[in-house]
């Protein structure tokens, strides 16, 4: 109890030395908030991509829209970032914000040169929080020293992230395209020899069909050739844009084979749980027999092929025409109401705490030396000789 009151009589002592320090600490602090530039946030939200169908693979090689882009992340990498991470990262690239700098004039605002591209996109970076919510919610976060730049370059981001993927979404789309265009040309003019030489056959040998159980087997061959034959082009269109060490393009690589063991079971007689009541293989049909069979499979080969690649042209067509929107907004940005900085409530609450606390260790410490001075003045001696000798150390610094 003693201590407390020897507590309390020092703060009553010393009240005036706490008040005053309180009080002009924390007038200080108000009145710098008045002066610090005013900063204001606005912010836009995206929903996250949803995932479009996929068309025999292609759609994860060469991408449609966002559901492109949430393939690629599957396929090339691996399953700890997901599209909305996708779709942060290429807002904050250099090729996005390089737009956004030029469309609102970061250079001008900020009396930057706008040959100063480093610094410009240093400026803009620092403004900007980009950030994805637990729900996939991507969320562009803008401070900016007025609220109309602040909404302005906010909803930049979105009309640059929206143009990015739409010039990425039609390349694609025209890619696949060409591609399918490739492919339909050389199966066609594949299609048009098989033809041929099937009806040349026909004509030389007088063979009008074949039986209705070796028909069934070359038609299901047919069906698992051409299946085959598709998994090979993807493989080939994915060689182009991904290691061998991709988990995807490994994947196909896989499936291409099995197709391709499945295939020379059947040709070699191996055709258990292939082609309907196909038990006699290729090889062992009379010669006339064999031969129709190999000329009429090579031609269902072709026309399934055929058939699959045209279904997959016209989708890759309407892909590559389509103008739906490849953003999904859920806010755009406004200008702010109020400044976000300087928190001036909170720097004064701040202030008046710290320079309490201040005061308080202050006249505790001036308690002390006075405790000193009249009880024990030799240490007191020794801390004024310190304290001269630093004020010394501190005019001479002060002079060179």
């Given at each position: 109890?003693?201590?407390?009151?020897?507590?309390?009589?020092?703060?009553?002592?010393?009240?005036?030395?706490?008040?005053?320090?309180?009080?002009?600490?924390?007038?200080?602090?108000?009145?710098?908030?008045?002066?610090?530039?005013?900063?204001?946030?606005?912010?836009?939200?995206?929903?996250?991509?949803?995932?479009?169908?996929?068309?025999?693979?292609?759609?994860?090689?060469?991408?449609?829209?966002?559901?492109?882009?949430?393939k690629?992340?599957?396929?090339?990498?691996?399953?700890?970032?997901?599209?909305?991470?996708?779709?942060a990262?290429?807002?904050?690239?250099?090729?996005?914000?390089?737009?956004?700098?030029?469309?609102?004039?970061?250079?001008?605002?900020?009396?930057?040169?706008?040959?100063?591209?480093?610094?410009?996109?240093?400026?803009?970076?620092?403004?900007?929080?980009?950030?994805?919510?637990?729900?996939?919610?991507v969320?562009?976060?803008?401070?900016?020293?007025?609220?109309?730049?602040?909404?302005?370059?906010?909803?930049?981001?979105?009309?640059?992230?929206?143009s990015?993927?739409?010039?990425?979404?039609?390349?694609?789309?025209?890619?696949m395209?060409?591609?399918?265009?490739?492919?339909?040309?050389?199966?066609?003019?594949?299609?048009?020899?098989?033809?041929?030489?099937?009806?040349?056959?026909?004509?030389?040998?007088?063979?009008?069909?074949?039986?209705?159980?070796?028909?069934?087997?070359?038609?299901?061959?047919?069906?698992?050739?051409?299946?085959?034959?598709?998994?090979?082009?993807?493989?080939?269109?994915?060689?182009?844009?991904?290691?061998?060490?991709?988990?995807?393009?490994r994947?196909?690589?896989?499936?291409?084979?099995?197709?391709?063991?499945?295939?020379?079971?059947?040709?070699?007689?191996?055709?258990?749980?292939?082609?309907?009541?196909?038990?006699?293989?290729?090889?062992?049909?009379?010669?006339?027999?064999a031969?129709?069979?190999?000329?009429?499979?090579?031609?269902?080969?072709?026309?399934?092929?055929y058939?699959?690649?045209?279904?997959?042209?016209?989708?890759?067509?309407?892909?590559?025409?389509?103008?739906?929107?490849?953003?999904?907004?859920?806010?755009?940005?406004v200008?702010p109401?109020?400044?976000?900085?300087?928190?001036?409530?909170?720097?004064?609450?701040?202030?008046?705490?710290?320079?309490?606390?201040?005061?308080?260790?202050?006249?505790?410490?001036?308690?002390?030396?006075?405790?000193?001075?009249?009880?024990?003045?030799?240490?007191?001696?020794?801390?004024?000789?310190?304290?001269?000798?630093?004020?010394?150390?501190?005019?001479r610094?002060?002079?060179?």
């Amino acid at each position: 109890m003693n201590r407390l009151a020897t507590y309390l009589g020092v703060i009553l002592k010393w009240r005036r030395l706490i008040f005053y320090n309180t009080l002009i600490i924390t007038v200080l602090v108000l009145a710098i908030t008045f002066v610090l530039p005013r900063r204001y946030t606005a912010t836009a939200q995206l929903l996250p991509p949803t995932d479009e169908g996929d068309i025999f693979g292609l759609t994860s090689i060469l991408g449609t829209g966002m559901g492109g882009l949430s393939k690629l992340r599957i396929s090339g990498l691996g399953g700890a970032s997901t599209a909305s991470d996708l779709m942060a990262g290429i807002i904050l690239s250099r090729t996005v914000m390089d737009r956004v700098a030029e469309r609102c004039s970061i250079a001008y605002y900020y009396r930057i040169k706008p040959t100063k591209t480093d610094q410009v996109r240093k400026q803009l970076k620092g403004m900007t929080k980009v950030g994805v919510g637990a729900e996939g919610i991507v969320s562009i976060a803008v401070g900016a020293k007025t609220p109309q730049l602040a909404a302005k370059v906010a909803n930049a981001y979105i009309a640059e992230l929206d143009s990015f993927l739409r010039t990425s979404n039609i390349s694609r789309g025209r890619n696949m395209r060409l591609f399918l265009e490739r492919r339909l040309l050389e199966v066609e003019s594949t299609l048009a020899v098989a033809q041929e030489s099937l009806k040349s056959f026909q004509a030389r040998h007088h063979v009008v069909a074949v039986d209705e159980e070796l028909r069934a087997a070359i038609d299901a061959y047919a069906r698992l050739k051409s299946q085959a034959y598709l998994k090979q082009a993807e493989l080939e269109a994915l060689r182009d844009v991904a290691s061998p060490d991709n988990p995807y393009y490994r994947n196909l690589q896989r499936e291409a084979e099995a197709f391709t063991e499945q295939l020379r079971r059947l040709e070699v007689g191996g055709s258990k749980g292939f082609g309907v009541g196909f038990a006699v293989a290729f090889a062992r049909l009379p010669d006339v027999g064999a031969e129709f069979a190999r000329r009429y499979r090579d031609y269902k080969i072709q026309e399934e092929t055929y058939l699959m690649l045209c279904q997959q042209y016209e989708y890759a067509k309407v892909l590559e025409a389509r103008d739906a929107p490849t953003l999904t907004v859920l806010d755009y940005a406004v200008p702010p109401q109020r400044h976000t900085y300087p928190r001036r409530s909170l720097m004064t609450l701040a202030a008046f705490v710290f320079s309490l606390f201040v005061g308080v260790a202050l006249a505790y410490t001036a308690e002390y030396f006075v405790y000193l001075r009249l009880n024990r003045p030799e240490e007191y001696e020794r801390w004024l000789a310190l304290w001269s000798e630093l004020k010394r150390i501190f005019s001479r610094r002060q002079k060179h």
